[in-house]
């Protein structure tokens, strides 16, 4: 198999580690600007010769240039599969794939959490649910200043709505689409950036249950956590730390750790999926939907 990846920034690189990893790729080509030893690079996608000879293709660039990538795609190639980063857009934006397989990467529904959640709610109905995320945006990549990154450039596609869309993908995946009640987003912390810092919205979903979400950039104790409340029981699952904590009526609590993966895992795990049977994969439509959950957050924020 051939795999081209469209970009290759540090979301890039990583996949390019992971596909190298697999041993099903006889070769792995890159679209980017850089000079790369021992790599067939392209400088654009145009450049790109014998465009359709690819079996699989991920789309890793900046955010902003998805839509354009994509439509390109499908009018160059057919019958492809195309994984496409997170978010699927800057902004909400209507696009019809007419000849290709569509996938978007939210490589957290990857995470072996989820599996055990989906059982535990097999025959509960969820009442209130409140998820938390957050980490500080200059310890993402110390290796560059937080004023050049992406993330920090609303126009670019930055801002942690869109960044940790990751929250909103899952939340309508496990509890259904998100009817929005309230939101916040903005920029309250003196890091030197123009995108939104911090975004709080409250929504419903299925069964009427009640779900908060807070996601930021300022927190200095990265956290990645969601409590799920029944009215037999409380979960609360903690995705940096692995665990899940149990709790019952009686007041009793209970703790499980879970097997320890390295990140690269849950791509690999994805990758898989995707090349097979597409499986826990967000699909273009669900994508999509998460983009108008953002895009409706940005109206009702920014008019």
């Given at each position: 198999?051939?795999?081209?990846?469209?970009?290759?920034?540090?979301?890039?690189?990583?996949?390019?580690?992971?596909?190298?990893?697999?041993?099903?790729?006889?070769?792995?080509?890159?679209?980017?600007?850089?000079?790369?030893?021992?790599?067939?690079?392209?400088?654009?996608?145009?450049?790109?010769?014998?465009?359709?000879?690819?079996?699989?293709?991920?789309?890793?660039?900046?955010?902003?240039?998805?839509?354009?990538?994509?439509?390109?795609?499908?009018?160059?190639?057919?019958?492809?599969?195309?994984?496409?980063?997170?978010?699927?857009?800057?902004?909400y934006q209507e696009i019809t794939i007419?000849?290709?397989?569509?996938?978007?990467?939210?490589?957290?529904?990857?995470?072996?959490?989820?599996?055990?959640?989906?059982?535990?709610?097999?025959?509960?109905?969820?009442?209130?649910?409140?998820?938390?995320?957050?980490?500080?945006?200059?310890?993402?990549?110390?290796?560059?200043?937080?004023?050049?990154?992406?993330?920090?450039?609303?126009?670019?596609?930055?801002?942690?709505?869109?960044?940790?869309?990751?929250?909103?993908?899952?939340?309508?995946?496990?509890?259904?689409?998100?009817?929005?009640?309230?939101?916040?987003?903005?920029?309250?912390?003196?890091?030197?950036?123009?995108?939104?810092?911090?975004?709080?919205?409250?929504?419903?979903?299925?069964?009427?249950?009640?779900?908060?979400?807070?996601?930021?950039?300022?927190?200095?104790?990265?956290?990645?956590?969601?409590?799920?409340?029944?009215?037999?029981?409380?979960?609360?699952?903690?995705?940096?730390?692995?665990?899940?904590?149990?709790?019952?009526?009686?007041?009793?609590?209970?703790?499980?750790?879970?097997?320890?993966?390295?990140?690269?895992?849950?791509?690999?795990?994805?990758?898989?999926?995707?090349?097979?049977?597409?499986?826990?994969?967000?699909?273009?439509?669900?994508?999509?939907?998460?983009?108008?959950?953002?895009?409706?957050?940005?109206?009702?924020?920014?008019?």
């Amino acid at each position: 198999m051939k795999a081209l990846i469209i970009g290759y920034g540090s979301i890039g690189q990583r996949h390019h580690d992971v596909l190298s990893s697999m041993e099903i790729f006889e070769a792995i080509h890159i679209v980017t600007s850089q000079i790369l030893d021992d790599i067939t690079t392209f400088k654009t996608l145009e450049d790109v010769t014998n465009i359709d000879t690819y079996d699989y293709y991920v789309i890793a660039s900046e955010t902003y240039k998805h839509f354009d990538q994509l439509i390109y795609l499908d009018r160059h190639v057919n019958q492809k599969i195309i994984l496409c980063e997170k978010p699927l857009f800057d902004r909400y934006q209507e696009i019809t794939i007419e000849n290709n397989h569509v996938y978007i990467g939210y490589v957290l529904r990857f995470h072996p959490i989820f599996t055990s959640i989906r059982t535990l709610l097999n025959e509960e109905t969820p009442i209130l649910i409140s998820i938390k995320t957050g980490s500080y945006l200059p310890t993402w990549r110390p290796q560059r200043d937080y004023r050049t990154l992406y993330s920090a450039f609303s126009e670019q596609g930055g801002g942690v709505l869109l960044d940790l869309s990751h929250e909103i993908d899952y939340a309508q995946w496990l509890f259904g689409p998100l009817r929005l009640l309230n939101s916040y987003q903005g920029k309250i912390s003196d890091l030197e950036i123009d995108s939104d810092d911090i975004t709080v919205i409250t929504a419903q979903g299925n069964h009427n249950t009640l779900i908060t979400l807070s996601l930021d950039y300022i927190s200095k104790i990265p956290m990645r956590e969601m409590s799920i409340h029944t009215n037999n029981q409380s979960i609360h699952a903690d995705m940096i730390n692995n665990t899940l904590k149990i709790g019952t009526k009686e007041g009793e609590v209970q703790t499980i750790a879970l097997e320890p993966f390295e990140r690269n895992d849950l791509f690999i795990q994805m990758h898989r999926s995707a090349l097979g049977d597409k499986e826990n994969l967000c699909t273009l439509h669900e994508g999509l939907n998460v983009m108008k959950t953002i895009s409706y957050v940005q109206e009702h924020n920014h008019g």
